[in-house]
C-alpha cells in the first residue's frame, strides 16, 4: 500500500483450470493473490486502496452456497472473509461491477498486473475506459494503468521468516525423498517406481505435491531437460536424473540429483560428473550480497568450458568459446532461478539493458548447472565430433541456497552429492 500511494491495486484470483471435459485440477490460488491475501478460493478479487477513507482492502468473494458447496466445496463467504482475512469491506463476487467504480474514481493510477485471464483483463480496461470518459465532470480518476507485477516483483524476492520456515518444510520434505530415491533405485527399475515414492513422501508428509512434474530421467533420457514420461526400465552402467520437490503450503522445493543406478559411474560419466559439481562449487561461491545475478552463471560456465576444452570436447580459446557460446550444445540452460511460492519465481533478473539484479540477503536461487551429451548432439562445425563413449550421458546438480548477510546457505545441503 506504501507503494501504491495514492493508486488503487486490482488482483485477480486464479482461474480453475479445466484437466479434461467437466474434470478441473485441484485449485492452486495465484501467487501475488495469495501472497497478498492467503486467501485460496477461486473467483475472488482483491483491491488495495491505500486513498480509501474507510475500505483500504477490499476482497470480492464467492458468498456461501449451501447447494454448491456440496458440489465444489466449502466456500468462507462473505461474513467470514472479512474476519478471517482482515478485510475492510468483502462483497459476493457477483457485484463487483457494482463496486469497483468507487475504488477506483478517486485513484490517480490503476495497479494491475495483465494476465491469462482475458475476460478479467477486458474488466479492468472498461473499468478504466469508462472513468476516463467522465474524468471532466469529476475532475479525478486513474490517468494509467501502472504494472503491479514490478512492485510485487521486488517484495517477493526478498523472503520474510515466514516464507523461509515454508520453504525449509518443502525442502525438508523434498531432501527425505530424493535420500529414499537413492536408495531405491538400481538396474531393473523402471523410472516411475521412484517417482512415485518421492510423490508418496511429498504427500505423506504434509506437502501438496510435486512443485512441477517429476523429472525421473535414466540413460539418456537425463539429456531431455524437461523429460516427464518416467516410464524407462533402467539399466546398471547409466546414470539417473532426478529432478524433483514438493510445495509445501505454496512454496517450493527444487532439487536434482544425477547418480549411477547400478553401484558406480563409469569412467566417462564420474569425470562429466566431477565438472558439473566443481562448476556448481564455483558457482555456490559467487552467492553472497553485492554480486550481481550474472556472477554465478558465468562462474558455471568458466569451469564448465575450461573443462570440456580439457578434455578435448571443444577447441579453441576458453574466453573466446565463452564468448560465441559454443559451449551451448553442452549446456543449453541458465544456472539458476528465483525459487518461492513459484518455481520459477517473480523476481527481477536484470535491471536496464546491461546489469544485472544485485543479490540480498533473504533472496533464494537455485544453482543448477548441468552437461547433456545428448546421442546426437551437434557442435559447431570448427569442432570435432563428439567420441561415442561421451554420447549418452546427462548430468545436472541442482541445490537451493538462500542469500544471507555473509554469504550463502545452501538449505539442499542434506542430499549427498
Ligand atoms: N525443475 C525446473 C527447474 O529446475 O528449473
Ligand atoms: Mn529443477
Ligand atoms: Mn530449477
Redesign the pocket.
Known amino acids: 500500500m506504501e507503494k501504491i500511494g495514492a493508486g488503487t491495486a486490482i488482483f485477480r484470483s486464479a482461474p480453475m483450470a479445466v484437466m479434461h471435459n467437466d474434470v478441473e485440477y485441484n485449485f492452486r490460488q495465484e501467487s501475488d493473490f495469495f501472497y497478498l491475501t492467503g486467501f485460496d478460493e477461486p473467483e475472488a478479487v482483491a483491491l488495495l486502496a491505500p486513498h480509501h477513507e474507510e475500505h483500504k482492502f477490499v476482497l470480492f468473494v464467492q458468498p456461501k452456497d449451501p447447494e454448491k458447496e456440496t458440489w465444489h466445496g466449502y466456500r468462507v463467504g462473505v461474513d467470514a472473509a472479512k474476519e478471517r482475512y482482515g478485510a475492510d469491506a468483502v462483497y459476493p463476487i457477483a457485484e463487483l461491477n457494482e463496486h469497483l467504480p468507487k475504488y477506483l474514481e478517486n485513484a490517480d493510477r490503476i495497479y494491475y498486473r495483465l494476465n491469462r485471464d482475458r475476460d478479467f483483463n477486458q474488466t479492468v480496461m472498461d473499468h478504466w475506459q469508462r472513468l476516463l470518459t467522465t474524468y471532466g465532470k469529476r475532475g479525478t480518476g486513474p490517468v494509467a494503468i501502472e504494472n503491479v507485477g514490478f512492485i510485487l516483483q521486488q517484495m517477493r524476492v526478498i523472503k520474510s521468516d515466514t516464507e523461509l520456515e515454508r520453504m525449509r518444510r518443502a525442502i525438508a520434505i523434498s531432501v527425505e525423498a530424493h535420500n529414499v530415491a537413492r536408495e531405491m533405485t538400481q538396474p531393473g527399475r523402471y523410472e516411475y517406481e521412484i517417482q512415485a515414492e518421492m510423490e508418496h513422501i511429498f504427500r505423506k508428509q504434509g506437502g501438496q505435491g510435486p512443485a512441477y512434474p517429476s523429472i525421473v530421467a535414466s540413460g539418456p533420457n537425463a539429456c531431455i531437460l524437461h523429460y516427464t514420461s518416467n516410464n524407462r526400465q533402467m539399466q546398471d552402467g547409466e546414470v539417473l536424473l532426478i ?1 524433483a520437490g514438493c510445495s509445501y503450503d505454496y512454496y517450493n522445493a ?1 532439487i ?1 540429483r544425477t547418480f549411477p543406478v547400478g553401484e558406480r559411474f563409469t569412467d566417462e560419466q564420474r569425470i562429466l560428473y566431477e565438472l558439473v559439481l566443481a562448476a556448481q562449487r564455483a558457482a555456490i561461491a559467487q552467492i553472497k550480497p553485492g554480486n550481481t545475478y550474472n556472477a554465478f552463471h558465468d562462474a558455471a560456465v568458466k569451469v564448465l568450458t575450461e573443462g570440456l576444452v580439457r578434455l578435448g570436447l571443444l577447441v579453441g580459446e576458453v574466453d573466446k568459446l565463452i564468448e560465441e557460446e559454443k559451449y551451448k550444445p553442452f549446456y543449453m540452460h541458465k544456472t ?2 528465483w ?1 518461492g511460492l513459484d ?2 519465481d517473480l523476481g527481477p533478473y536484470k535491471i536496464g539493458k546491461e546489469s544485472w539484479h544485485p543479490l540480498h540477503p533473504r533472496q533464494v536461487v ?1 544453482v ?1 548447472p548441468g552437461l547433456y551429451i545428448g546421442p546426437d548432439i551437434k557442435l559447431a562445425e570448427e569442432q570435432p565430433e563428439v567420441p561415442a563413449r561421451w554420447r549418452g550421458i546427462g548430468i545436472r546438480i ?1 541445490d537451493d541456497v538462500l542469500v544471507t548477510p555473509t554469504g550463502n546457505e545452501v538449505l539442499t545441503a542434506a542430499v549427498p552429492k
Open positions: 529432478d527444487d536434482t539458476g532461478h525459487l518455481v520459477h537455485t543448477e541442482e
